[in-house]
Each structure stands twice: as C-alpha cells, then as structure tokens.
C-alpha cells in the first residue's frame, strides 16, 4: 500500500507502536461496519470480514517484532500483506486505506507531543 512508503524509517518506536495499535482498533471497527450492512447479503458480508481478518491478525505480530526490535520496515505494508488481501475482495479497500490513514495520522500525533 504506497500510502505507508517511507513512512516508518522517521518514526521512532514510540510511533512505531502506536501505528499497529490503532490499526487494531480501527481494522475491528471495519469488520463491525461491515457486519452491520443490512444491505448486503450474509454471504458477501462474511467474505469481506474474512479478508479484513486476514489483515487483522497480522497486526499484533507486528507490534510484538517492534517491541522486540525484529520489526523489519523496509516493504511498503509493514509485513502486514495488506495489497495481497484487498487484491482478494477489492470491496475493502476503501475501509483498509481509512484504518491505515487514521493509524498513521495518530502515530504522527505521537511525534508531536
């Protein structure tokens, strides 16, 4: 995903722990948005769901390489495949950019405090 190129070789780790924190919250936000699409049929619901999980477990093993300095930074979606799985259900690509928007915009926050 090119809006994370180049992004955390500045942050520090601080910073570099707060991007999968709030990944996290905003990822389970999106799977409930989803689930509660009355609009969409079960089936399609569910296959959404199953791609934005796919992307959300992912998120905790990358906190935990940061913590212990195994993090390796250098692909554009922090090991998180995140290009893979929209590939998969193009559907959510839209709620994927939002939750990384918002996560680097909060660990931008971080680095001005």
């Known amino acids: 995903m090119t809006i ?5 070789g500045v942050w520090t780790d601080d910073q570099k722990l707060t991007f999968p924190e709030v990944l996290s919250h905003e990822l389970t936000v999106a799977i409930r948005m989803v689930w509660s699409e009355n ?9 959404q769901i199953k791609w934005l999980n796919e992307i959300h477990h992912r998120v905790p093993m990358r906190a935990r390489a940061i913590r212990k300095q195994k993090a390796d930074w250098t692909g554009p979606d922090a090991g998180l495949g ?3 799985r929209i590939d998969q259900d193009e ?3 839209p709620l994927v950019e939002y939750a990384v928007r918002r ?5 931008d926050e ?3 405090q």
């Open 103 to 107: 996560s680097i915009r909060c660990a």
């Open 82 to 84: 995140l290009e893979h």
């Open 4 to 8: 994370l190129d180049n992004r955390f």
């Open 91 to 93: 559907s959510i690509r």
């Open 39 to 47: 609009d969409l049929p079960v089936q399609r619901r569910l296959e």
């Open 110 to 112: 971080v680095g001005t």
